[in-house]
């Protein structure tokens, strides 16, 4: 009986060292997995919140070239697309939204 305890209790020890190294690296996994899956979540709101602006870009060419009070007006010439900078871009937001509130306050 004594040659057997000998025996089982290495391999006992054996086992529970490959149980734990087994739990860690699941669980490293899993935390890598999650970083991988908010890093997709992020980039893909990135690509999503470009979009919205492209499409805001777009609609707000759209209403100033129906608008007839934004076709002759000299002052907002300047499409959405040819603005480069945030300042410009600020800018012609605040013309597009000063005229838009003196168009509603005409009707």
Avoid: C
Wanted: aromatic letters at 6%; proline letters at 2%; glycine letters at 4%.
């Amino acid at each position: 009986m004594s040659g057997i305890t000998w025996i089982i209790i290495p391999v006992l020890g054996i086992i529970g060292w490959m149980i734990v190294e087994f739990l860690e690296h699941r669980t490293k996994m899993a935390e890598l997995s999650e970083k991988q899956s908010n890093n997709e979540g992020f980039t893909e709101l990135q690509n999503q919140v470009e979009r919205l602006r492209k499409r805001v870009e777009n609609l707000e060419t759209i209403a100033v070239e129906t608008s007839s009070d934004f076709k002759h007006d000299t002052d907002l010439s300047d499409s959405p697309k040819q603005i480069t900078l945030d300042d410009d871009r600020d800018d012609y937001e605040s013309r597009v939204a000063s005229r838009a509130g003196q168009k509603r306050k005409s009707k």
